[in-house]
């Protein structure tokens, strides 16, 4: 563990997420905790290595540490606080899901017999927690060691990549997973209306041409969408503005104005007060921040 450690301390350079030389692959340090914050999570697998983190949706509470690992079968906005402890800074593995791999995994799987698949909308869970076991922490600290090397991650990288995909698509709770890969569930019908929320997201919602994008009932896909992201359409584009918003203030120094018009309000005053509400301060604060 202390190997794996010094790996990632040695290649997080910065605080917040850090880019490796695998694609797909990056590295968040935070040197101290963070209060409850709303944030837009994408689709991937965060691997805490020190420290741990709570992530708080749809009136439940995840933590994840050391000893598990969260899963995020889709891009959702959420509430997150990260928990430094004694003095060292939290270290966690970011991986983007690869629905190439995934795909390719669960066709093998299926060939084999150890396919799951489910189209219970009760069951298609956005994120799931699970259990480290010893075969996927030794992947994660072989994933750690190949990252200090370009030469490694050219060669060998994807290779581990798609053992850690086996080894989640392995456990207990994978089958959201599943799910999303299969073709016409639930959950892949409605990742790709979420994918495209996040490409089109400035622009007029059509919540009648997102159902039919689903091929869905307008009432049908309400039900199901707030049934996975724990908000309406209305309500999710809305976290996305604003946390895109938040971005544009904070690492790109726009101004009020510019950030609200660039993420698609007409007003400043709406955009001033909705982002207050969410996160707890002014926008000009956020900048300051």
């Known amino acids: 563990m202390n190997n794996l450690v010094n790996n990632l301390m040695k290649l997080a350079k910065e605080e917040g997420y850090n880019n490796t030389y695998l694609p797909g692959v990056g590295i968040y340090?935070?040197?101290?905790?963070?209060?409850?914050?709303?944030?837009?999570?994408?689709?991937?697998?965060?691997?805490?290595?020190?420290?741990?983190?709570?992530?708080?949706f749809n009136q439940h509470s995840y933590d994840y540490n050391p000893e598990n690992y969260?899963?995020?079968?889709?891009?959702?906005?959420?509430?997150c606080e990260t928990i430094v402890q004694d003095g060292k800074p939290l270290l966690a593995l970011a991986i983007d899901l690869n629905l190439t791999i995934l795909s390719e995994l669960v066709r093998v799987l299926d060939e084999h017999?150890?396919?799951?698949?489910?189209?219970?909308?009760?069951?298609?869970?956005?994120?799931?927690?699970?259990?480290?076991?010893?075969?996927?922490?030794?992947?994660?600290?072989?994933?750690?060691?190949c990252l200090t090397s370009k030469l490694q991650c050219d060669i060998i990288g994807q290779g581990l990549l798609r053992e850690i995909f086996f080894h989640?698509?392995?456990?207990?709770?994978a089958s959201p997973l599943f799910a999303l890969v299969s073709h016409n569930?639930?959950?892949?019908?409605?990742?790709?209306?979420?994918?495209?929320?996040?490409?089109?997201?400035?622009?007029?919602?059509?919540?009648?041409?997102?159902?039919?994008?689903?091929?869905?009932?307008?009432?049908?896909?309400?039900?199901?969408?707030?049934?996975?992201?724990?908000?309406?359409?209305?309500?999710?584009?809305?976290?996305?503005?604003?946390?895109?918003?938040r971005e544009l203030l904070q690492d790109h120094g726009l101004k009020v104005?510019?950030?609200a018009a660039?993420?698609?309000?007409?007003?400043?005053?709406?955009?001033?007060?909705e982002f207050s509400r969410y996160f707890g301060l002014s926008p000009s604060d956020c900048a300051k921040a």
Do not use: W
């Open 29 to 56: 340090k935070a040197s101290s905790s963070t209060a409850r914050v709303p944030l837009c999570y994408s689709q991937g697998i965060i691997i805490i290595i020190q420290g741990q983190k709570r992530i708080h």
């Open 70 to 79: 969260l899963t995020l079968t889709l891009p959702l906005p959420a509430e």
């Open 113 to 145: 017999g150890k396919g799951r698949h489910i189209d219970n909308i009760a069951e298609s869970k956005g994120l799931f927690v699970s259990q480290c076991t010893e075969a996927f922490s030794c992947v994660v600290s072989r994933l750690a060691d």
């Open 168 to 173: 989640v698509l392995s456990g207990p709770q």
């Open 185 to 245: 569930t639930h959950l892949s019908r409605m990742e790709r209306v979420l994918k495209h929320l996040h490409n089109n997201f400035t622009g007029h919602l059509d919540v009648d041409q997102l159902a039919a994008m689903a091929n869905m009932s307008s009432s049908s896909f309400h039900r199901n969408f707030k049934q996975i992201t724990a908000s309406s359409p209305i309500q999710y584009v809305k976290k996305i503005r604003l946390s895109r918003a």
């Open 257 to 259: 104005k510019q950030a």
């Open 262 to 273: 660039q993420v698609g309000y007409e007003s400043p005053t709406q955009f001033s007060r």
